[in-house]
Structure formats: C-alpha cells, structure tokens
C-alpha cells in the first residue's frame, strides 16, 4: 500500500512558528505584495531580506522544536510497511529535525538560499545583507531565499502528482485548504488515486468534504494515538 500525507501550517504552529494566514500570523503588518512576490524582491530587497532573516532567525535560533505530531509521522514513516511520501508546505525544518526522511518540501526551504547569477543552491542560517556573496560564483546581491513566492511554480509537483494518482491513503494535517495546488491535493487522491482521505485539523475547512474522515483537534493531540491504532490494526 502507498500513502501520502500533507502538512500545513498548523502543525509548526503548534512547535511556536508563526503562520500567514491565521489573524496573529506574519501578514498582518505586511502585504504579501510587499514580501512574497518576486516583483517585491526586485522593488525592495532589504524589505523581503529582512522579512525573512526575521524569520530563519527564529527558526535557528529561537526555542522551536518538533512536537509530538512532527514525531507521529516519523514513526509512521519508520514503521509503514509501503511506500511513504511526506509533502509539507512548510519552508521550516522541524520535520527533519524529528527525523524524517522521504519528505518534499513544495514550498521551498527557510535554512536554503539560491543565487540568481549561477543558481547554486546553499544551507544558510546567517542574515542576507547588502553584499552577501553567493558561495558558488562570488557575485554580491545575488541570493535569495530558498522560498516559493506567490507567482512562482511549487517544487516537485510532477512527482508529487505520481504518488498521489497511484496513492492508497492520503492524510492532510494542519492545512488550510486555501492555497493551491496543495489544496487540491485531496481531489487527486480520492479521484485518481482511489485513496481514503483523511483530514486532521483544529476546524472544518474549505475543502473538508472531499474527504472520508475528519479529527478536529491539535496535531499533536490527534496524531500520537491515531498512528499508535493505525499501526496495531
């Protein structure tokens, strides 16, 4: 058997991790215009460089770890007997930290940057700051974060679109059901796929009754004792 699960906001937000759409969340003084968007970058850097220095700061080096959720689907990976394909849309690391492995990150990756000169493609945990050099060629001003902006394609959609089409079980954990092609997600499963669909989030969402199965509640409350009887049974 084969399963794909998704990850959204919520479950990183359990860790302490700030979301973008939730009314605390990090849009609430800035305009996605203004921060997440390629014309933004190219408008004002310093203001998306220090948008998201703000943000890798917190994640290297503020008190965030993976919770009990994060730590569920570690196991579950470890202990599935088919075949496990972690999507998450979550530019944090806290899934790999808790020791996940095969894991696509659709939205890109907080602790990365790319150089637009050569494209090389580094780990980073520093401030970008007005003469920082790509590693690769030198050049100055050429790295951006390793993030999926509004306008720009998500990561490995063609593989993920492999595994959903021939997936026995998809879970969608923490998600909003507003951004797509995540959101969509679901649809391909059951569709294409023939999955049973099960969704575990604080509420019903947008996109809830595409699927089988709810768990309204914390992730990390949920996810411990479903896989714990998922995996006995």
Known sequence: MRMVVLTGAGISAESGLATFRDAEGLWENHRIEDVATPEAFVRRP?????FY????????HGDI??????????????EWEGEFLLVTQNIDDLHERAGSQN??????????VRCLACGFL????????????????????????????????????????????????????GTSGHVYPAAGFV???????????????????EISDAFHEHHLGRS??????????FLRD
């Open 46 to 50: 310093e203001l998306v460089q220090r």
């Open 103 to 112: 894991l696509i990150h659709l939205h890109g990756e907080l602790r990365k």
């Open 122 to 173: 580094v780990p980073w945990d520093e401030e970008i700051v007005v003469g920082s050099r790509c590693p690769g060629c030198g050049e100055s001003d050429s790295l951006r974060p390793h993030v999926v902006w509004f306008g720009e394609m998500p990561l490995e959609l063609d593989r993920i679109g492999a595994a959903l089409s021939r997936c026995d079980l998809f879970l969608a954990i």
């Open 220 to 229: 990390g409350d949920l996810l411990p004792g479903w896989v714990e009887n």
């Open 65 to 78: 770890q993976p919770n009990a959720a994060h730590r569920a689907l570690v196991r579950l990976e470890k």
């Open 53 to 60: 220095n703000a943000r890798r700061h917190q994640l290297v």
């Open 187 to 205: 649809e391909s499963a059951r569709y294409q796929g023939g999955a049973r669909c099960i969704e575990f989030n604080l509420s019903a969402t």
